[in-house]
């Protein structure tokens, strides 16, 4: 499997990103939205983290309750589609078809977002910037 971006939320409100390679990211394959994941597989001893969503590497979002790798579907307002009001007491809102990918973690998926459920006893921090 290929380098993967991990962008990990914080309960603070802030998210870290890292990019995982190697068995690292081998461990995230066949996982799905909603499983939880072993932060000492993935190189963050003692966390444990929540998969919400994702990218593959097309940019298409990762959406639960597809079993597809991707597939275009009828939508209105969520996980791949922001929708709008037409008009607020006549319509509920615009359907478009858009084209979301599966939910599981598979080789063509480029960007985990994660959640912490469980802190670890080291904190998270992002990278120093190179100046």
Known sequence: MADVKVVIGVKDGKSHQRVLSGNHAEALLGKKIDDSISGDALGFPGFEFLITGGSD??????RKGIQLARKTILIGKGIGFAGKDRNEKKQPGLMKRRTVCGDTVTKDIQQVNLKVTKEGLEKLESPAKEQ
């Open 57 to 62: 590497k097309s940019g298409f979002p990762m």
